[in-house]
Nanobody, 121 residues
Framework: QVQLVESGGGLVQAGGSLRLSCAAS????????MGWYRQAPGKQRELVAR???????NYADSVKGRFTISRDNAKNTMYLQMDSLNAEDTAVYLC???????????????WGQGTQVTVSS
């Protein structure tokens, strides 16, 4: 079983910064990708950024240049540094882990409970 616990959300003024963390516990395989998604009220869940166990990253266009995703594999922890926040970034941010036992195995997907980020304008 895998548990994902997010922290670091809160209320910040536009132009400010926040740093989110996601700690994974349980059985973590070496073939995995961790990611941050967000969901605002009345909107679909959207990808914010993802990072593979090897360190490759991809970002949503809306956050490129403002957000930075990173991870510490030794601690099974992922981070999201969010700078130059604006009101459109207000959402619940959810941590995601996709992993496989082996290259040809099925992908197992896990989600955290989410942490609220509110940006006041």
């Amino acid at each position: 079983q895998v548990q994902l616990v997010e922290s670091g959300g809160g209320l910040v003024q536009a132009g400010g910064s926040l740093r989110l963390s996601c700690a994974a516990s349980g059985i973590i395989f070496s073939i995995n990708t961790m990611g941050w998604y967000r969901q605002a009220p009345g909107k679909q869940r959207e990808l914010v950024a993802r990072i593979t166990s090897g360190g490759s990253t991809n970002y949503a266009d809306s956050v490129k240049g403002r957000f930075t995703i990173s991870r510490d594999n030794a601690k099974n922890t992922m981070y999201l540094q969010m700078d130059s926040l604006n009101a459109e970034d207000t959402a619940v941010y959810l941590c995601n882990l996709d992993q496989r036992r082996a290259l040809m195995a099925d992908t197992m997907r896990y989600w955290g409970q989410g942490t609220q980020v509110t940006v006041s304008s």
